[in-house]
């Protein structure tokens, strides 16, 4: 079946440690994104790639990296110069071809929790 | 600077009674206009959209909203709630189907037995 695989789904860091979150998507969706979601504040938008080799930042890109090496790939680096990176991450892909509706597919999302 | 607000961060209803969760968008172009629902600890999935056709569009689950320009409104209706309705609901907007998307800050909907 088609769709956005992201994992892992539960992770724990510790202060000051990097991790990697993985996104891929078999969708053969051109652009994909990464959304951060906290209680009460909707989803803000971390990075987005629209084709390979290419991102921009969204709205609260500090303290994340991504890369976009292959098209159904793009991993998401918490770096230890987030401040407060405990949150639920959720990956996105939309296609940008002319059936393009402006719909996301999401993800199950990723529970990062910094002790 | 385009943005979507919801109108209750809570709403609860009987099973059975109707279900109302309002969005307002703030833009000066017409809009592409989304409902998603999400389910505790799940992503999110499309429940509907508005993309400059239909006024009253329907979507999944009985679903359904109405793009009113002249209030900037796309509120979200059901007639009859079931226990299975009870998740977060968001309102999204887009000022094409290229622009980036914009989330509302969700409605949390419970439905009471």
């Known amino acids: 079946d088609g769709g956005i695989t992201q994992s892992p789904k539960y992770l724990f860091r510790k202060e000051g440690q990097n991790v990697t979150l993985s996104c891929e998507q078999n969708l053969n969706h051109d652009a994909m994104y990464w959304y951060r979601q906290d209680p009460g504040q909707g989803l803000r938008l971390i990075y987005y790639s629209q084709i390979v080799n290419d991102f921009q930042k969204g709205d609260i890109a500090e303290g994340y990296s991504v890369s976009r090496e292959k098209k159904e790939s793009f991993p998401l680096t918490v770096t230890s110069a987030q401040k407060n990176p405990t949150a639920f991450y959720l990956c996105?892909?939309?296609?940008?071809?002319?059936?393009?509706?402006?719909?996301?597919?999401f993800g199950e999302g990723s529970r990062l929790t910094v002790l | 600077a385009q943005s979507v607000t919801q109108l209750g961060s809570h709403v609860s209803v009987s099973e059975g009674a109707l279900v109302l969760l309002r969005c307002n968008y703030s833009s000066s172009v017409p809009p592409y206009l989304f409902w998603y629902v999400q389910y505790p600890n799940q992503g999110l999935q499309l429940l509907l959209k508005?993309?400059?056709?239909?006024?009253l569009v329907k979507g999944i689950n009985g679903f359904e909203a109405e793009f009113k320009k002249s209030e900037t409104s796309f509120h979200l209706t059901k007639p009859s709630a079931h226990m299975s309705d009870a998740a977060e609901y968001f309102c999204?907007?887009?000022?094409?189907?290229?622009?980036?998307?914009?989330f509302g800050p969700g409605t949390s909907l419970s439905v009471i037995p």
């Open positions: 508005y993309t400059s056709a239909a006024t």
């Open positions: 999204a907007y887009s000022k094409t189907s290229y622009d980036k998307v914009i």
């Open positions: 996105a892909s939309n296609t940008l071809g002319s059936t393009n509706t402006g719909e996301l597919f």
